[in-house]
């Protein structure tokens, strides 16, 4: 895939990376598919526990969805780095004469285009599911569509700090999680401002805002988190 | 120039000079907290809506204050490291994530039984402070578990120092966010800390004193904590040796 004559440019390296990484993923399909799934599943064993009833359900819709996401974010990220780690990819990236933060970035978007875009897609419908005002499904894809990369581009820094531990499921949860606070409450107050029929722009300009901030920031923290792990 | 500053990172020195001053240090933290918890718990009057209770609030009060440090505090810990490779800031880093994280329990802890009696309740999550200092904790034990899990001690260092600088960036975010959440989603908080402080200056020089002998309480366990690690860390240099051997 790599093997280009001449030197290529920082561009072609980024869309190379992206290339990449989107065909390993469609080859082990296991690793989207499994999160994805754990996403759905969660999300359904909700209205068992709790209540049937449709009130109800619609009051924790939001924070139950945010949360489902969050998890199954988790869980999905483990793949990120593990698979290049161990077949040793991962130190030919980092010799690569490019910038590294343009490396980390595309792997970061496509990891995000197969963990984090089926759950903004499948939204609408568990949405539906949990009995959410069907005048806040925009608001909620929105707000994941803002959110999901965020989290990917968060999770990233934990998971490159972690790269060469043997088994760190949980430890990722425990660094990763609370710094995703700030993500879900904005995430929830937008929905929930949507479904009580209030303007949630604000909550979504600060959701944006996170986005921009961890859009420029974690992948330079990343490709420094790596530099460390493989050393 | 930077004699001084090569002479800082020098960890040998660093137990040299620590030797002279944790004496006077640990003589004037048992001094300064005694005078605080004594005029605390005898001669602070009663507050007149909260009785006795306040008197917690000037240990809660200290401790608080005190625990906001540790973060900022890492994080220049953790530049250090990953500028100047300075193996002390390291050590010094490695003890206060362990310390900031007891120091946010017992924040909580205080604060619990102080609000138990005032506010009738243990925990209220439409108090942001609240919030904020439980996530706060939670992030000081997510440093130190990514310690305990790398085994390769450089490595840790440098992974723990790039952690403590987003984390510090991270729990002023929480806290904003926090805020935000609360006073945009619910009334603000039925009871406000102000209202037992407010009054009185005999209550400010306590807690003004204990928050002067909690700090000093800091400096000595982090200086006594960096002296072990010294210890273990250097366990083959030349000078340890020799100390020990002077000893026997």
């Known amino acids: ?231 | 120039m930077w004699l001084w500053f090569a002479k800082l990172g020098s960890p040998k020195w660093f137990y040299e000079l620590s030797t002279k001053w944790l004496p006077w240090l640990v003589v004037a933290t048992v001094l300064v907290i005694g005078t605080a918890t004594v005029w605390a718990l005898l001669f602070l009057p009663p507050d007149y809506q909260q009785g006795y209770t306040s008197r917690i609030l000037v240990v809660h009060v200290a401790v608080a204050g005190t625990s906001l440090a540790f973060f900022p505090l890492m994080a220049v810990a953790g530049t250090i490291t990953l500028v100047w490779k300075m193996k002390l800031a390291d050590m010094v880093a490695k003890n206060a994530a362990a310390l900031g994280a007891w120091f946010s329990f017992i924040t909580l802890a205080t604060g619990s039984i102080w609000g138990s009696v005032s506010w009738g309740t243990w925990w209220e999550w439409s108090d942001s402070r609240l919030v904020s200092m439980l996530f706060q904790f939670f992030l000081l034990l997510g440093v130190v578990s990514l310690r305990s899990a790398l085994e390769d001690t450089d490595k840790a260092a440098k992974a723990c120092a790039l952690l403590s600088i987003v984390g510090c960036i991270n729990v002023v975010i929480i806290k904003y966010s926090v805020e935000w959440w609360n006073t945009l989603h619910q009334p603000a908080s039925p009871v406000s800390l102000q209202s037992g402080s407010a009054n009185g200056p005999e209550f400010w020089i306590a807690t003004a004193l204990m928050i002067l002998g909690v700090y000093l309480f800091l400096s000595v366990s982090l200086i006594l904590s960096t002296r072990n690690e010294i210890l273990q860390r250097e366990r083959r240099a030349l000078w340890v040796k020799e100390m020990i051997a002077a000893e026997q």
């Open chain 1, 1 to 231: 895939m790599l093997s280009v004559a001449v030197k290529p440019s920082t561009r072609s390296a980024f869309m190379l990376t992206l290339k990449r990484d989107l065909l390993i993923a469609f080859k082990r399909k296991n690793d989207i598919v499994n999160p994805f799934m754990f996403f759905v599943i969660v999300i359904s064993l909700f209205p068992l526990a709790i209540s049937p009833e449709g009130e109800r359900l619609a009051e924790i819709a939001a924070g139950v969805i945010w949360i489902a996401v969050l998890l199954s974010a988790m869980l999905s990220m483990d793949s990120l780095y593990r698979g290049d780690f161990e077949d040793g990819s991962l130190e030919i990236l980092l010799l690569s004469p490019h910038p590294l933060f343009f490396l980390v970035l595309a792997k970061n978007i496509a990891h995000w285009l197969v963990s984090g875009l089926p759950v903004v897609i499948a939204s609408p419908l568990l949405a539906y599911m949990l009995k959410l005002p069907s005048e806040s499904y925009a608001t909620l894809m929105l707000t994941l569509l803002v959110g999901t990369p965020t989290l990917s581009l968060i999770g990233s820094i934990a998971v490159a700090l972690t790269v060469g531990l043997g088994s760190r499921g949980l430890i990722l949860a425990v660094i990763t999680l609370p710094f995703s606070v700030p993500v879900l409450i904005f995430g929830t107050l937008a929905v929930q401002a949507s479904a009580s029929g209030l303007p949630s722009g604000g909550y979504l300009t600060l959701l944006l805002a996170l986005l921009a901030g961890s859009l420029s920031l974690a992948p330079l923290t990343s490709a420094a988190a790596l530099r460390i792990s493989v050393s």
